[in-house]
């Protein structure tokens, strides 16, 4: 004869941090197993403390100011992993913000789980570049950019490195030291008209496995790259080329003549 056992009663967002839209459904995933029932609790982060609360090892009660928590009945098959919608409007009534979300077993001790919930329209794409962060804030909803949006560099012992406006493009260009006092950019923060977002430059970053990135030297005068409109031409075809040249600093240089050299395959 076999015995077998119940499964361990068990709560968990299957995705522990995210953003969501305000415009949306502003739901996320919770997996539950043998519980009676759920206690949903969820606090607003302070915008001011912020960097205290990304850090791993911070407390909410400290960083956040907590809301009034709700309680969930559950009625689901014994044994059955099931996968449920949290609305969070049920269990919020702020419409954005960053949110730390609990979710406790009402009838087991120390099963729960949390997740950081981001409820934002501000898009944020930020390169690091020689002295400084270029910051680009969008709309999610529209896909336009945002202007007017106060961006600021932090460190991370919180402490202001840069700060500025984006422009009528979405654009703004924070100048950082690169080797300041307080250490590299740590954080990256937008905030317009109430709405606020963040951006973490070590925790994003492109990883391309299949392109070369140990890169070039950087040029002291002139940059140039120089492409063509097709890769394929026949004799007699006229080869039309598009050139952009920069200089050190990456702005457009003074007009000065430009030589071009064109070698045939076969040398």
């Known amino acids: 004869s076999f015995e077998i056992p119940d499964r361990t009663p068990a709560v968990s967002f299957p995705l522990s941090e995210g953003i969501l839209s305000p415009a949306g459904n502003a739901a996320v995933e919770v997996e539950v197993v043998n519980i009676?029932?759920?206690?949903?609790?969820?606090?607003?982060?302070?915008?001011n403390n912020l960097v205290a609360a990304l850090h791993q090892s911070h407390d909410p009660e400290q960083t956040h100011r907590q809301l009034p928590e709700k309680t969930v009945p559950l009625k689901l098959p014994r044994n059955t992993p099931t996968r449920m919608l949290l609305d969070l409007h049920d269990v919020i009534d702020l419409p954005r913000g960053v949110f730390h979300i609990t979710a406790e077993a009402t009838d087991q001790e120390w099963t729960s789980d949390a997740a950081v919930i981001t409820l934002t329209d501000l898009g944020l794409t930020i390169k690091q570049e020689q002295g400084g962060v270029f910051v680009c804030v969008t709309s999610l909803r529209t896909a336009r950019p945002v202007a007017d949006t106060t961006v600021?560099?932090?460190?991370?012992?919180?402490?202001v490195l840069a700060r500025g406006t984006t422009n009528a493009a979405g654009i703004a260009r924070l100048s950082v030291p690169d080797k300041g006092p307080d250490g590299p950019v740590w954080l990256v923060t937008a905030e317009h008209d109430g709405d606020l977002c963040f951006l973490r430059p070590d925790e994003r970053p492109w990883v391309l496995d299949d392109v070369d990135q140990s890169g070039r030297t950087a040029p002291t005068t002139y940059d140039v790259l120089l492409y063509a409109e097709r890769g394929v031409y026949r004799p007699g075809d006229t080869v039309y080329l598009t050139g952009i040249v920069r200089d050190a600093a990456g702005q457009l240089p003074p007009a000065f003549p430009l030589a071009i050299r064109v070698t045939r395959p076969d040398g």
């Open 36 to 47: 009676s029932g759920l206690r949903l609790g969820a606090a607003r982060l302070h915008q």
């Open 152 to 159: 600021t560099a932090l460190s991370q012992n919180n402490q």
